[in-house]
Protein backbone atom coordinates (compact mmCIF):
# COMPACT_ATOMS: atom_id res chain seq x y z
CA UNK A 1 0.00 0.00 0.00
CA UNK A 2 1.24 3.65 -1.06
CA UNK A 3 1.68 5.48 1.97
CA UNK A 4 3.23 8.26 3.96
CA UNK A 5 4.33 7.01 7.64
CA UNK A 6 4.91 9.83 10.72
CA UNK A 7 6.59 8.68 13.93
CA UNK A 8 5.51 9.57 16.97
CA UNK A 9 2.17 10.35 16.08
CA UNK A 10 1.49 12.50 19.63
CA UNK A 11 4.52 14.01 21.77
CA UNK A 12 4.32 15.87 24.67
CA UNK A 13 7.92 17.17 25.46
CA UNK A 14 9.52 20.32 27.71
CA UNK A 15 11.40 23.32 25.85
CA UNK A 16 15.17 22.99 24.75
CA UNK A 17 14.84 19.00 24.84
CA UNK A 18 16.08 17.95 21.36
CA UNK A 19 13.52 16.06 19.31
CA UNK A 20 13.75 14.30 15.91
CA UNK A 21 10.21 13.34 14.06
CA UNK A 22 10.94 10.67 11.32
CA UNK A 23 8.85 10.51 7.79
CA UNK A 24 9.11 7.76 4.78
CA UNK A 25 7.40 7.00 1.98
CA UNK A 26 6.95 4.23 0.24
CA UNK A 27 6.43 5.27 -3.27
CA UNK A 28 9.76 6.54 -4.56
CA UNK A 29 9.33 10.14 -4.72
CA UNK A 30 11.65 12.79 -5.28
CA UNK A 31 9.76 15.40 -3.69
CA UNK A 32 8.87 15.21 0.25
CA UNK A 33 7.65 18.38 2.46
CA UNK A 34 7.07 19.15 5.89
CA UNK A 35 4.31 21.01 6.90
CA UNK A 36 2.41 22.61 10.06
CA UNK A 37 -0.93 23.67 11.02
CA UNK A 38 -2.14 25.84 12.79
CA UNK A 39 -5.85 27.52 13.84
CA UNK A 40 -6.60 29.98 11.60
CA UNK A 41 -3.21 29.85 9.54
CA UNK A 42 -3.83 26.68 7.17
CA UNK A 43 -0.95 24.28 6.13
CA UNK A 44 2.42 26.42 5.99
CA UNK A 45 5.42 24.84 4.50
CA UNK A 46 8.78 24.14 6.55
CA UNK A 47 11.11 23.04 4.50
CA UNK A 48 11.06 20.70 0.98
CA UNK A 49 13.37 18.51 -0.51
CA UNK A 50 13.13 17.50 -4.89
CA UNK A 51 15.98 15.07 -4.03
CA UNK A 52 18.65 13.09 -1.75
CA UNK A 53 20.46 15.66 -0.49
CA UNK A 54 18.89 18.42 -1.69
CA UNK A 55 16.68 20.22 1.00
CA UNK A 56 15.65 24.45 1.22
CA UNK A 57 13.83 26.37 3.23
CA UNK A 58 10.02 26.77 3.09
CA UNK A 59 7.95 29.63 4.63
CA UNK A 60 8.45 29.29 8.30
CA UNK A 61 11.69 27.28 8.95
CA UNK A 62 12.86 29.18 11.44
CA UNK A 63 13.74 26.69 14.29
CA UNK A 64 13.69 23.52 12.29
CA UNK A 65 16.48 21.27 10.66
CA UNK A 66 16.23 18.53 7.76
CA UNK A 67 18.04 15.97 6.38
CA UNK A 68 17.53 13.86 3.09
CA UNK A 69 20.31 10.94 2.87
CA UNK A 70 17.89 8.61 1.26
CA UNK A 71 15.05 9.04 -1.20
CA UNK A 72 12.51 7.30 1.07
CA UNK A 73 13.36 8.94 4.70
CA UNK A 74 13.01 13.16 5.19
CA UNK A 75 13.04 13.66 9.19
CA UNK A 76 11.85 16.72 10.72
CA UNK A 77 15.02 18.03 13.34
CA UNK A 78 13.77 20.30 15.82
CA UNK A 79 17.35 21.32 17.99
CA UNK A 80 15.87 23.55 20.91
CA UNK A 81 12.26 22.93 20.80
CA UNK A 82 9.79 26.29 22.15
CA UNK A 83 6.18 26.47 22.79
CA UNK A 84 5.48 28.16 19.44
CA UNK A 85 6.38 25.21 17.54
CA UNK A 86 3.71 23.10 19.52
CA UNK A 87 1.52 22.21 16.22
CA UNK A 88 0.19 19.24 14.02
CA UNK A 89 2.62 18.50 11.41
CA UNK A 90 2.31 16.93 8.37
CA UNK A 91 5.06 15.41 6.10
CA UNK A 92 3.80 15.09 2.49
CA UNK A 93 5.78 13.53 -0.70
CA UNK A 94 4.76 13.54 -4.88
CA UNK A 95 6.23 11.94 -7.26
CA UNK A 96 8.26 15.00 -9.26
CA UNK A 97 8.03 18.96 -8.88
CA UNK A 98 4.93 19.05 -11.84
CA UNK A 99 2.94 16.63 -10.34
CA UNK A 100 -0.31 16.90 -9.07
CA UNK A 101 -1.15 14.79 -5.88
CA UNK A 102 0.38 15.07 -2.89
CA UNK A 103 0.26 12.30 -0.19
CA UNK A 104 0.33 13.44 3.24
CA UNK A 105 1.48 11.35 6.40
CA UNK A 106 -0.90 10.88 9.58
CA UNK A 107 0.34 13.87 10.97
CA UNK A 108 2.35 14.22 14.68
CA UNK A 109 0.44 16.68 17.41
CA UNK A 110 3.73 17.67 19.29
CA UNK A 111 3.17 19.57 22.39
CA UNK A 112 5.87 21.45 23.62
CA UNK A 113 5.58 23.10 27.69
CA UNK B 1 0.42 38.09 3.82
CA UNK B 2 -2.30 35.07 3.20
CA UNK B 3 -2.06 34.30 -0.28
CA UNK B 4 -4.50 31.68 -0.82
CA UNK B 5 -7.91 32.41 1.58
CA UNK B 6 -10.65 30.89 2.91
CA UNK B 7 -12.72 33.70 4.04
CA UNK B 8 -15.76 31.10 5.97
CA UNK B 9 -14.13 28.72 8.54
CA UNK B 10 -17.04 26.66 8.68
CA UNK B 11 -20.19 25.44 6.48
CA UNK B 12 -23.35 23.55 7.63
CA UNK B 13 -25.28 22.13 4.84
CA UNK B 14 -28.32 19.40 4.90
CA UNK B 15 -27.43 16.01 3.23
CA UNK B 16 -28.54 16.01 0.01
CA UNK B 17 -28.39 19.73 -0.66
CA UNK B 18 -25.41 21.31 -2.48
CA UNK B 19 -22.15 22.47 -0.46
CA UNK B 20 -20.32 25.38 -1.87
CA UNK B 21 -16.54 25.93 -0.24
CA UNK B 22 -15.23 29.30 -1.53
CA UNK B 23 -11.63 30.10 -1.66
CA UNK B 24 -9.86 33.69 -3.33
CA UNK B 25 -6.42 34.02 -4.15
CA UNK B 26 -4.18 37.12 -4.82
CA UNK B 27 -1.14 35.87 -6.87
CA UNK B 28 -2.18 36.23 -10.61
CA UNK B 29 1.25 33.84 -11.08
CA UNK B 30 -0.68 31.16 -9.62
CA UNK B 31 -1.69 28.70 -12.48
CA UNK B 32 -2.81 25.80 -10.58
CA UNK B 33 -5.44 24.59 -7.92
CA UNK B 34 -6.61 21.99 -5.51
CA UNK B 35 -8.69 20.99 -3.39
CA UNK B 36 -7.55 18.69 -0.34
CA UNK B 37 -10.02 16.83 1.97
CA UNK B 38 -8.90 16.30 5.93
CA UNK B 39 -10.69 13.90 8.53
CA UNK B 40 -9.92 14.43 11.76
CA UNK B 41 -6.52 12.07 13.13
CA UNK B 42 -5.87 12.04 9.10
CA UNK B 43 -3.69 13.38 7.14
CA UNK B 44 -5.31 16.10 4.09
CA UNK B 45 -5.79 13.60 0.88
CA UNK B 46 -6.54 14.92 -2.56
CA UNK B 47 -9.87 15.73 -3.64
CA UNK B 48 -9.78 17.52 -7.26
CA UNK B 49 -7.96 19.88 -9.18
CA UNK B 50 -7.86 22.73 -12.02
CA UNK B 51 -5.61 24.39 -14.73
CA UNK B 52 -5.79 27.93 -14.79
CA UNK B 53 -6.68 27.38 -18.74
CA UNK B 54 -10.35 26.05 -17.94
CA UNK B 55 -12.81 27.20 -15.86
CA UNK B 56 -14.03 23.94 -14.48
CA UNK B 57 -13.44 20.59 -13.95
CA UNK B 58 -15.94 18.12 -12.98
CA UNK B 59 -14.86 14.34 -10.81
CA UNK B 60 -18.71 12.81 -9.95
CA UNK B 61 -20.26 15.06 -6.97
CA UNK B 62 -17.61 17.01 -6.60
CA UNK B 63 -17.13 19.87 -9.71
CA UNK B 64 -14.20 22.92 -9.45
CA UNK B 65 -14.83 26.42 -10.93
CA UNK B 66 -12.07 28.57 -11.64
CA UNK B 67 -12.97 32.89 -12.25
CA UNK B 68 -9.45 33.80 -12.96
CA UNK B 69 -10.98 37.29 -13.12
CA UNK B 70 -12.18 37.60 -9.81
CA UNK B 71 -8.95 35.69 -8.57
CA UNK B 72 -11.71 33.06 -6.81
CA UNK B 73 -12.39 28.92 -7.19
CA UNK B 74 -14.98 27.43 -5.50
CA UNK B 75 -15.89 23.63 -5.09
CA UNK B 76 -19.39 22.06 -5.31
CA UNK B 77 -20.37 18.84 -3.58
CA UNK B 78 -23.82 18.15 -5.11
CA UNK B 79 -25.56 16.01 -3.55
CA UNK B 80 -23.69 16.64 -0.07
CA UNK B 81 -23.92 13.50 2.32
CA UNK B 82 -22.39 13.26 6.03
CA UNK B 83 -19.10 11.59 5.40
CA UNK B 84 -18.12 14.56 3.23
CA UNK B 85 -18.06 16.17 6.94
CA UNK B 86 -14.60 17.08 7.09
CA UNK B 87 -11.63 20.27 6.86
CA UNK B 88 -11.50 21.25 2.77
CA UNK B 89 -8.23 23.11 2.10
CA UNK B 90 -7.89 24.79 -1.23
CA UNK B 91 -3.92 25.40 -2.58
CA UNK B 92 -2.49 26.95 -5.10
CA UNK B 93 1.04 26.66 -7.45
CA UNK B 94 2.82 28.38 -10.07
CA UNK B 95 2.88 24.25 -11.71
CA UNK B 96 4.33 25.64 -15.03
CA UNK B 97 6.44 29.12 -14.21
CA UNK B 98 7.31 28.13 -11.08
CA UNK B 99 10.49 26.59 -10.16
CA UNK B 100 9.73 24.51 -7.09
CA UNK B 101 5.78 23.69 -7.89
CA UNK B 102 5.20 25.27 -4.11
CA UNK B 103 1.24 24.39 -2.69
CA UNK B 104 -0.02 27.40 -0.87
CA UNK B 105 -2.69 27.14 1.29
CA UNK B 106 -5.39 28.24 2.71
CA UNK B 107 -7.31 28.12 6.04
CA UNK B 108 -9.50 25.35 5.68
CA UNK B 109 -13.33 25.40 6.25
CA UNK B 110 -14.85 22.81 8.21
CA UNK B 111 -17.58 21.56 6.49
CA UNK B 112 -20.32 19.77 8.28
CA UNK B 113 -23.33 17.78 6.83
CA UNK B 114 -26.26 16.93 8.50
CA UNK B 115 -28.37 14.08 8.06
Known amino acids: EAQVTQNPRYLITVTGKKLTVTCSQN?????MSWYRQDPGLGLRQIYY???????DKGDVPEGYKVSRKEKRNFPLILESPSPNQTSLYFC????????????FGPGTRLTVL | DQQVKQNSPSLSVQEGRISILNCDYT??????FLWYKKYPAEGPTFLIS?????DKNEDGRFTVFLNKSAKHLSLHIVPSQPGDSAVYFC??????????????FGTGTLLAVQP
Open chain 1, 92 to 103: ASRSGVRTDTQY
Open chain 1, 27 to 31: MNHEY
Open chain 1, 49 to 55: SMNVEVT
Open chain 2, 27 to 32: NSMFDY
Open chain 2, 50 to 54: ISSIK
Open chain 2, 91 to 104: AASERYGGATNKLI
